[in-house]
């Protein structure tokens, strides 16, 4: 699939200064991860889908731990993911369907997890595509790399994920012409950062 | 934040300063961002319509006694959740704008009886606790969940929850109940009556009338403990799933079944539609593209790609491996009598791992909720599950009316049939919709009503539904000018005559709120 690289409507709704902190590689693509970064990052890739699979490997490049999703969500919770909080697990990303995010969300209440972004990516309408950005992080970063997407959106926005700095609470809708054909995956992905202080 | 009706806000904050010395500054929530998590997170559209006014999380016994003495001095509407993970009828979210929730997700104790095979817990306590406890004390015992199994035993078993082993029907496995009524008092049903009674997870009734069954779906009491039976984990166990080919073959399933059911060689069974099948496994935009339900040939399409049938079947056979395999056998020749069925078959000896797609068959908790993915967006789903008598002919008549009713609304017919007790089904119609595209969210609420009103022209009834239907649904409960409506009105106001105990639940209102309530909306 690509994205095409113009942009019929942008509508910031709210976009608050960035912080100074980038939250995941502050040193940037391409460079070593810090410790305490992507380092302790997990990722969650859906190996049904080849673009969940694209952003997984994106984010393992740069340090993270990459898992996949597994049939047993509630085992993969308890077993691999909240173990590794009591050693340092600092943030989960993912390329899922909603309910994935919907799932984990509430396995991790109660954990002092926080939500730090979430980008719903809509390609169900057969002429383009929508995506919407929320989250307390510089949402610029993702959406260029949406904008400027191509075949390779998912790398790109995984990438754009390692850049990405605390700001402040804010949204962004994008419409990009684009489409999917029938055949190519579910046509609706959530990609998500969930953190731990 | 909402205030509940009736309460000034400095009132409220009264009230709240009060209930704050009784659980502590922690445990009193006011504020939006805290009460977020407590919104219908699948409503359809109108979750501001159900918003609570706070949260108030007590540990004890005690605790709610003094808070419950708070609530009537004040006037304050509590909503009592054990988690408020009750997700499709509402979540934590409450009937009456402005409630505070009553939540009991601090109470976790679990008490398991190995010997005996029966577990005491407190409103806290998860399946997945449950079964990991069991786990880790190596006890030989099974549990039987819902599905997903994140929510609350407690809670799941009073709203007449059901799982997929022989102890489906969580109603008919509890045993034993503790209640705090309104005004304080603590009641122990069956031979908990007496103290320190030996029986009482054990044998359902005592000596007089049961109360158990007042204080399920309602409002007369804050329920504080239960027993629950436990299976005694089988010698084997073998996942039974057919496969059938034709819409028309749902008659000579069901009437097959009902025998097997009734003769005790096939214990709860599950059958899925198509649509059922296939939103566990993919999502619609894999398969089409168009506006509107799937057209045939796409779900033929669909049928043929994912090498499913029009129908399935699923149970477990468990016991000794002789009498599975007998079992097996008697299934095997019983369905082949329809024309293309399929059958597989996986096995399993006691300690074996089991399959996760069985795990549910075991009782072993998942969480997954693929089929919500089915239109993508931000999956959600309403329901109000009938029970349907075990009779093929009268089902499919019921079907094919609900598909036209799904389709005219442009949504798929989800259909599902989980028969927890060998006479009946109980029929879920998931009704999928995007919770963030409000056209379709009306579309969903109007089939909701729809199928409703359709069910009831039928003389079918709904057991359980989203609390923006609870009034509606029980209105079709017309016997004698809704008189079993009117006991447990009589009941409400004797036994809740603050009427500050979950108003509305169930379409039962105390009395200063029923004659409030408005003739449109149903609502007061």
Redesign the interface.
């Known amino acids: 699939m690509t994205l095409l690289p113009t942009v019929d409507r942008r509508d910031v709704l709210k976009l608050g200064g960035a912080a100074a902190i980038a939250i995941l590689a502050p040193v940037g693509i391409g460079r070593a991860p810090p410790a305490g970064s992507a380092a302790s990052t997990i990722v969650i890739a859906d190996p049904r889908y080849h673009d969940s699979l694209i952003f997984g490997e994106s984010l393992r490049q740069h340090g993270a731990k990459d898992l996949t999703l ?5 085992a993969l ?2 077993q691999t993911i909240q173990p590794r909080l009591r050693s340092g697990l600092k943030y989960l990303a993912g390329l899922t ?3 994935d995010l ?2 984990l969300e ?2 991790a ?1 109660g954990s002092g997890m926080r939500i730090s972004y979430v980008g ?1 990516h ?3 309408r ?1 002429q383009d595509s929508a995506h919407t950005l929320s989250g307390s992080i510089t949402l610029d970063l993702i959406a260029a790399a949406l904008i400027k997407g191509n075949e390779h959106w998912a790398r790109n926005l995984g990438q754009a994920l390692i850049l990405i700095k605390e700001s402040h609470q804010a949204e962004e809708r994008l419409n990009l012409k684009c489409a999917m054909k ?2 190519c ?4 992905f959530v990609s998500w950062l969930m953190r731990w202080a | 934040m909402s205030l509940p009706p009736g309460l000034s806000s400095p009132n409220f904050e009264s009230a709240c300063k009060e209930l704050r010395s009784i659980v502590g500054d922690d445990w009193v929530v006011t504020t939006d961002d805290r009460l977020t998590s407590y919104a219908d997170p699948y409503s359809p559209g109108i979750a501001s319509d159900y918003a609570p006014s706070g949260a108030i999380l007590p540990a004890s016994v005690d605790e709610i006694r003094a808070v419950l003495g708070v609530a009537n001095r004040y006037g304050l509407p509590l909503w009592t959740v054990s988690l408020g993970r009750n997700y499709a009828y509402g979540g934590a979210a409450p009937c009456l704008k402005g409630s505070m929730i009553l939540d009991l997700h601090r109470m976790q104790a679990i008490e398991v009886n190995p010997e005996l095979a029966y577990a005491v817990v407190e409103p806290g306590v998860t399946y997945l606790d449950l079964y990991k406890f069991i786990e880790h004390k190596k006890y030989e015992l099974w549990i039987d969940c819902p599905d997903p199994g994140w929510g609350s035993v407690l809670g799941n078993t009073l709203e007449h929850g059901i799982g997929y082993t022989p102890y489906g029907d969580h109603a008919g496995h509890q045993c034993g109940m503790e209640i705090v009524l309104a005004d304080g008092e603590v009641v122990r049903t069956g031979l908990g009556a007496m103290h320190g009674n030996l029986a009482w997870p054990l044998y359902k009734y005592a000596f007089g009338p049961s109360l158990d069954g007042l204080f399920t779906q309602s409002n007369f009491g804050v329920v504080t403990k239960i027993g629950v039976w436990l299976m005694p984990e089988p010698d084997s166990f073998s996942a039974i799933e057919l496969l059938f080919r034709r819409e028309e073959d749902i008659v000579p399933m069901v009437d097959t079944l009902r025998v097997l059911r009734l003769d005790g060689t096939v214990p709860t069974a599950t059958i899925a539609n198509w649509m059922r099948i296939a939103a566990g496994n993919t999502t619609r935009a894999e398969w089409y593209d168009g506006k509107g339900p799937l057209p045939q040939s796409a779900i033929d399409r669909l049928i043929r790609g994912m090498h499913i049938g029009y129908w399935g079947m699923r149970f477990g056979l468990y016991g000794r491996e002789k009498v599975v395999a007998e079992k097996r056998d008697a299934v095997g020749e019983a369905f082949s009598r329809i024309k293309g069925f399929g059958m597989s078959v996986a096995s399993y000896r006691r300690g074996e791992k089991i399959a996760p797609e069985h795990g549910t068959l075991a009782g072993i908790p998942t969480v997954d909720l693929m089929p919500l993915n089915w239109l993508g967006g931000a999956g959600a789903h309403i329901e109000c599950p009938l029970v349907v008598p075990m009779q093929g002919a009268e089902f499919l008549d019921l079907y094919q009316r609900r598909t036209e009713l799904f389709n005219a609304e442009g949504f798929d017919h989800y259909c599902g049939l989980t028969s927890t007790t060998p006479r009946s089904f109980i029929n879920t119609g998931s009704i999928i919709f995007d919770r963030n595209d409000a056209e379709q969210c009306a579309r969903a609420r109007a089939l909701g009503k729809t199928l409703i009103e359709d069910a009831h022209q039928r003389h079918l009834a709904g057991y359980r539904a989203h609390i923006s239907e609870m009034d509606f649904v029980a209105a079709q409960f017309d016997f004698n000018d809704h008189a079993a409506l009117r006991t447990y009105e009589r009941l409400k106001d004797v036994l809740d005559p603050g009427g500050v105990l979950s108003p509305g639940k169930q379409g039962i209102w105390p009395k200063t709120l029923r004659e409030a309530k408005d003739k449109d909306s149903g609502k007061p």
């Not at chain 1, 597994?70 to 509630?74: E, K």
């Open positions: 597994a049939s047993d969500r509630a919770w308890s369907l909603e309910s919907f799932v509430r396995l209440e719903f809509d390609w169900r057969p029938v055949g995956g579910p046509r609706f």
